[in-house]
């Protein structure tokens, strides 16, 4: 909304919620994330070989819905889409379309990769990359500030000192407010925070986005539990293990082309199979699908943050919302970790 323009709205003194979806501490900080955001990884123009899977319209239409149930959380990457930056530029047409919403979105964007060019310096964490990379990214959103900048995974060559230092000159300027690490593990964390004390605590990290699903568990073990102990948000990406838990895949012969799985060409065990399956009928006695139902699982883990499933539809994007809204109760935990376990 334009600040200069009068109005009769008498907004809430404080809350704890955004059209009906509870929000939880983006870690140690004040900052306040929805209890389910959005993953656009897929989002692009699939018309130009990208490999996006969600074209514009199509994503239009979900972060229209996203916004309309308080998912409020969206994670991108400049490199999503085969380093095209095309993620970045579809949420970017969506707040060209809505400018007044812009403090209602949290929006995430990483920095790693190479991008906007060839040469070595177009990737790491260099304090050039980090700069100019942010720069790209905001000019391809649209917008004048991101709110979490991910570091997309650890640079064994730039000094830990130089990144932050980057990170601390762009939060003083405004155009990123808070720091994510992706793909890190216990070791990287501790370098990372060890070193933040040193610079700024605009620089510590607040969360870490690792690849984590209750079936395949964690891709650096030992990262959670750190997490809950040092106070950061664990934010898993493919929490629904890239769609498997779903009830998309609970009938074989009914899976084939056009499902994810199947064009990435992932292979299932039948041990995972037969979870999916324990799930689901847990989820259905009590009136859930299975990715509500574990959405929700992953919610209750001590650490765990925002999650950040994908969406291809309004539909699934409805369906993992509802999770946001679930809490089980302690029997139904117990037989939900049980389910996962075995």
Known sequence: MDPRTPTGVNYP???????????????????????????TWKFGYPETGDGARTDEATALAIMDRAHALGVTFWDTANRYNNGTGNSERV??????????????????????????????????????????????????LGLPWVDVLW?????????????????????????????????????????????????????????????????????????????AAEGLAYVPFSPLAQGLLTDRYLDPAAVGAGDRLVDEGQQ???????????????????????????LAHLLSLPGMGTQIPSSSTVAQLESNASAGRLTLTEAQAEEVSDAFAH
């Open 13 to 39: 003194f404080e809350t704890t919620d955004f059209h009906g979806m509870l929000y939880r501490r983006f870690g140690a900080t004040g900052l306040q994330t929805s209890a389910i955001g959005l993953g």
């Open 91 to 140: 949420i970017g047409r969506w707040f060209a379309a809505n400018p007044d919403k812009r403090r209602d979105i949290v929006v995430a964007t990483k920095v790693y990769g190479g991008m906007d060019g060839a040469t070595p310096n177009h990737s790491g964490l260099s304090r050039l990359q980090i700069v100019e990379g942010v720069k790209a990214s905001l000019a391809r």
């Open 151 to 227: 570091f997309h995974r650890f640079d064994e060559v730039t000094p830990v000192e130089e990144s932050l230092e980057a990170v601390e000159d762009l939060v003083r300027q405004g155009l990123v407010h808070y720091l994510g690490v992706s793909q890190f593990s216990v070791a990287n964390l501790e370098e990372y925070l060890g070193a933040a004390q040193k610079i700024s605590r605009r620089v510590r990290v607040a969360a870490v986005q690792n690849r984590y699903d209750p079936i395949g568990g964690e891709q650096f073990p030992g990262v959670l539990d750190f997490c």
């Open 268 to 294: 299932v065990s039948d041990r995972a199979r037969a979870t999916v399956r324990r799930v689901a009928a847990l989820a259905q006695a009590w009136g859930h699908s299975t990715s509500e139902l574990t």
